[in-house]
């Protein structure tokens, strides 16, 4: 004889409760037709720069802000005047001859000097010489270190080495570089007289600034190692406010000893600064930003003139916790009105000496190679 088995007998099947349910398994709302994916390079496909570079985009954390600093820049260098609705171009473009399709985006690049006694500055030189960028803004040791390695090397050296070390060998550190003393004195030597020429056309009605110190300098290191020396050439303005904050500084002092009386004007420059961002529309106005400090509050000061710029990229370890300028991201300065509240500005939180080779290979140098 079969046993019935009662419904009272029978065991209960575990049930998770519905409040857990509702707190770990949420259920997801659709996401939009096309969101990005997140999905590596493959190196199955070959050790390949532009693709790696392409798939930054989609891999997730800084490599994806990269990988969109890449397209902002993309961006500034292929807008044309052409592509906007109202498309006349200004008397000034109007007396040159250009067209619409041939009037592009002004580009300000600043960079900090540390970057220039870095293998960046070959980068750098690399966009002036080929009249990638309009305007340059950079500390007093991102011009002397240029003008010094074309008379001395700049050595590889360590994070870790002992400055009371390298004080009695006449060694400077600059991060894990070496900068000898001999190289200031081989500066000296070589400033001394331009100096002096400064101040003797000073005293026939010549008005020094920063800017055209800078583009005299360019113009006696007569080098093409030099991005000053390509500035100079291609008639490029680089602003300096701080020129005296360096080794430059330094001989200005040392020249009021010898042949006293040179002098630069700081506010002619300040007006010819902002007018550069003033004056460019109807161009559109991007900005790339290796660092901090002056030339990224400068560069960005002179953008308010216009409303904002119209691109923005930066490139920075510096954080916003500290309330800095250097630190600060993008939307700060869309509150200012130095970048335009409709851009899409890109921060990227990394070193520029690895970073800013990499936007370089997939925008400025592929540009190049097009043309």
């Known amino acids: 004889m079969q046993s019935v088995v009662l419904a009272s007998d029978t065991p209960e099947q575990p049930v998770v409760p519905a409040s857990?349910?509702?707190?770990?398994?949420?259920?997801?709302?659709?996401?939009?037709?096309?969101?990005?994916t997140i999905r590596g390079w493959d190196f199955n496909n070959g050790a390949n720069l532009d693709g790696i570079m392409t798939s930054m985009l989609c891999t997730g954390c800084q490599a994806s802000a990269l990988g969109q600093a890449c397209a902002e820049v993309n961006r500034m260098l292929s807008w044309r005047l052409s592509q906007e609705p109202q498309s006349a171009p200004s008397d000034q473009h109007q007396e040159s001859g250009l067209t619409p399709a041939n009037i592009r985006c002004k580009i300000f690049l600043g960079y900090t000097s540390n970057l220039v006694s870095a293998g960046v500055r070959e980068h750098i030189r690399y966009?002036?010489?080929?009249?990638?960028?309009?305007v340059l803004c950079t500390t007093a040791g991102g011009i002397e270190e240029d003008f010094i390695k074309c008379m001395a090397p700049t050595y590889a050296g360590d994070f870790q080495l002992r400055g009371k070390d390298l004080r009695a060998q006449g060694l400077n550190r600059v991060g894990n570089m070496l900068v000898p003393n001999s190289n200031y004195c081989a500066f000296e030597d070589w400033i001394m007289p331009i100096l002096d020429a400064m101040l003797l056309e000073q005293k026939q009605g010549t008005l020094?600034?920063?800017?055209?110190?800078?583009?005299?300098?360019?113009?006696?290191?007569?080098?093409?190692d030099s991005i000053y020396y390509w500035a100079y050439k291609h008639n490029i303005p680089v602003y300096c406010p701080a020129l005296t904050d360096g080794s430059l500084g330094d001989m200005l002092y040392f020249h009021?000893?010898?042949?006293?009386?040179?002098v630069l004007d700081i506010v002619s420059d300040?007006?010819?600064m902002n007018d550069e961002a003033m004056k460019a529309p109807p161009r559109k106005t991007g900005v790339i930003i290796l660092g901090g400090g002056l030339p990224k509050h400068h560069i960005c000061n002179a953008n308010l003139?216009?409303?904002?710029?119209?691109?923005?990229?930066?490139?920075?370890?510096?954080q916003e916790y500290d309330g800095s300028d250097s630190g600060a991201r993008p939307d700060e300065a869309v509150s200012w009105g130095k970048i335009r509240a409709d851009a899409k500005p890109v921060k990227v939180y990394g070193d520029a000496t690895i970073l800013f080779p990499l936007i370089i290979s997939q925008t400025f140098a592929k540009q190049q190679a097009n043309q």
Do not use: C
């Open 20 to 36: 857990l349910q509702q707190a770990v398994l949420q259920p997801s709302a659709s996401l939009a037709e096309g969101t990005q």
């Open 127 to 134: 966009l002036v010489q080929h009249r990638m960028v309009d």
């Open 208 to 224: 020094w600034t920063p800017s055209k110190m800078i583009h005299r300098l360019g113009k006696e290191i007569n080098h093409p």
């Open 256 to 262: 009021t000893f010898k042949n006293p009386g040179l």
């Open 270 to 272: 300040i007006r010819s």
């Open 305 to 318: 003139m216009k409303n904002g710029a119209d691109f923005a990229v930066y490139v920075s370890t510096a």
